[in-house]
């Protein structure tokens, strides 16, 4: 009988099954993915404060980042953290050294139709399975989304020399706000490369404005940046639904992993290092007791205080800029990134939370209390 089965073979998937790898858990272990969302095109990028096994993936590390909010352009070391870009094809080829024959992984090609207590069903077929970590299906019913995030990113070729090659721009407000908070984030490659994407935040079931997320992208791009003539090679887009509330993970012997477990940041979009961290945690669960629900949780304030933000943002999108500008005020943005990566103490919060007004906050989260 196959011991393990791993539901999907995008980034959470493969993350897993490296830390599997090196958990040394003997078992056989096989990744099934249908090919429908290749890995290889896709990039991510993130923060962290510390080594973690698939550095190697890492085409790109920066110690420091721009913001511009509340009318000022900031840049500010990360200090002990580092921001790092980290591109499909390499961390398919990391995962690779670890999951090797050798070591009982195996990666088949299949569709996942569905998964139950003893296995998966693959193609129609039942295929089963000890235990199965689901970044495919997900738990139903999921929590409604408190917010949806929209990007629209242009990988362009500028004429001048407009971005800095040394500092990507973790956020720039200098972009219109008339549908909703926005912002735009910019990823060099070189002084004439970058991803340049637009990003907001809205109300769930918003509708997307392609033409206006264009307009405030070419408008960036000519009067912030200065780029001059300018090609756009390509163009990538998603909505994501962001949940402050996690979804119910565990069904018997199955684990749900990645996005539909949770592990979307609902405040940020962000979800590389939380899947590293989880697949971390899944794979010493494994090792230590034979099983993957020893895992660590946040305390719970950090939704409630996710949730507080989406539900002013949503209705008051220039609290978004006066938010972002409040956590990231000091002259270092790691007190800002520790916070994101919800391992500061209450009184480190409450700092950061005073440059925001409390009256509007105290009713959301009153609100949202109260609504339970």
């Given at each position: 009988?196959?011991?393990?089965?791993?539901?999907?073979g995008?980034?959470s998937g493969?993350?897993?099954?490296?830390?599997?790898?090196?958990?040394?858990?003997?078992h056989?272990?096989?990744?099934?993915?249908d090919?429908?969302?290749?890995?290889?095109?896709r990039?991510?990028?993130?923060?962290?404060?510390?080594?973690?096994?698939?550095?190697?993936?890492?085409?790109?590390?920066?110690?420091?980042?721009?913001?511009?909010?509340?009318?000022?352009?900031?840049?500010?070391?990360?200090?002990?953290?580092?921001?790092?870009v980290?591109?499909?094809?390499?961390?398919?080829?990391?995962?690779?050294?670890?999951?090797?024959?050798?070591?009982?992984?195996?990666?088949?090609?299949?569709?996942?139709?569905?998964v139950?207590?003893?296995?998966?069903?693959?193609?129609?077929?039942f295929?089963?399975?000890r235990?199965?970590?689901?970044?495919?299906?997900?738990?139903?019913?999921?929590?409604p989304?408190?917010?949806?995030?929209?990007?629209?990113?242009?990988r362009?070729?500028?004429?001048?020399?407009?971005?800095?090659?040394?500092?990507?721009?973790?956020f720039?407000?200098?972009?219109?706000?008339?549908?909703?908070?926005?912002?735009?984030?910019?990823?060099?490659?070189?002084?004439?490369h970058?991803?340049?994407?637009?990003?907001?935040?809205?109300?769930?079931g918003?509708p997307?404005?392609?033409?206006?997320?264009?307009?405030a992208?070419a408008?960036?791009?000519?009067?912030?940046?200065?780029?001059?003539?300018?090609?756009?090679?390509?163009?990538?887009?998603?909505?994501?639904?962001?949940?402050?509330?996690?979804?119910?993970?565990?069904?018997?012997?199955?684990?749900?992993?990645?996005?539909r477990?949770?592990?979307l940041?609902?405040?940020?979009?962000?979800?590389?290092?939380?899947?590293?961290?989880?697949?971390?945690?899944?794979?010493?669960?494994m090792?230590?007791?034979?099983?993957?629900f020893?895992?660590?949780?946040?305390?719970?304030?950090f939704?409630?205080?996710?949730?507080?933000?989406?539900?002013?943002?949503t209705?008051?999108?220039?609290?978004?800029?006066?938010a972002?500008?409040?956590?990231?005020?000091?002259?270092?943005?790691?007190?800002?990134?520790?916070?994101?990566?919800?391992?500061?103490?209450?009184?480190?919060e409450?700092?950061?939370?005073?440059g925001?007004?409390?009256?509007?906050?105290?009713?959301?989260?009153?609100?949202?209390?109260?609504?339970?």
């Amino acid at each position: 009988m196959t011991r393990i089965v791993i539901a999907g073979g995008g980034l959470s998937g493969l993350s897993l099954a490296a830390h599997l790898a090196v958990a040394d858990h003997r078992h056989p272990v096989v990744v099934i993915d249908d090919g429908s969302r290749p890995v290889v095109t896709r990039a991510w990028a993130s923060w962290s404060c510390g080594p973690g096994l698939l550095d190697a993936a890492a085409c790109r590390w920066f110690d420091k980042i721009r913001v511009h909010v509340n009318g000022r352009t900031s840049v500010l070391p990360l200090g002990r953290y580092r921001y790092r870009v980290v591109r499909g094809e390499d961390l398919v080829a990391v995962v690779r050294r670890f999951t090797d024959p050798l070591r009982h992984f195996t990666f088949q090609d299949g569709h996942v139709d569905g998964v139950a207590e003893g296995g998966v069903i693959v193609d129609g077929q039942f295929l089963r399975a000890r235990w199965v970590f689901d970044s495919v299906i997900g738990a139903e019913p999921e929590p409604p989304a408190d917010a949806q995030l929209v990007f629209r990113g242009w990988r362009v070729t500028s004429e001048r020399a407009a971005f800095d090659a040394e500092v990507p721009t973790l956020f720039d407000f200098r972009t219109p706000q008339r549908n909703g908070a926005s912002f735009v984030y910019v990823l060099p490659e070189d002084a004439h490369h970058a991803l340049v994407e637009h990003t907001s935040f809205a109300a769930p079931g918003t509708p997307q404005d392609e033409t206006a997320q264009r307009n405030a992208l070419a408008e960036y791009l000519s009067e912030v940046a200065g780029a001059g003539d300018y090609e756009v090679g390509s163009e990538e887009h998603a909505v994501l639904p962001l949940r402050a509330a996690r979804p119910s993970r565990r069904l018997g012997h199955v684990l749900t992993i990645g996005a539909r477990g949770g592990l979307l940041k609902a405040s940020t979009g962000f979800a590389y290092q939380r899947v590293q961290a989880d697949s971390a945690a899944i794979a010493e669960s494994m090792h230590r007791h034979g099983h993957p629900f020893d895992l660590p949780e946040a305390p719970a304030r950090f939704r409630l205080f996710d949730g507080v933000l989406l539900d002013v943002v949503t209705q008051e999108p220039a609290q978004l800029e006066r938010a972002f500008g409040a956590l990231f005020r000091y002259r270092t943005a790691e007190p800002a990134l520790r916070f994101l990566d919800e391992a500061t103490s209450m009184p480190q919060e409450w700092q950061l939370f005073a440059g925001m007004p409390a009256a509007t906050y105290l009713a959301a989260a009153r609100h949202r209390l109260a609504s339970k």
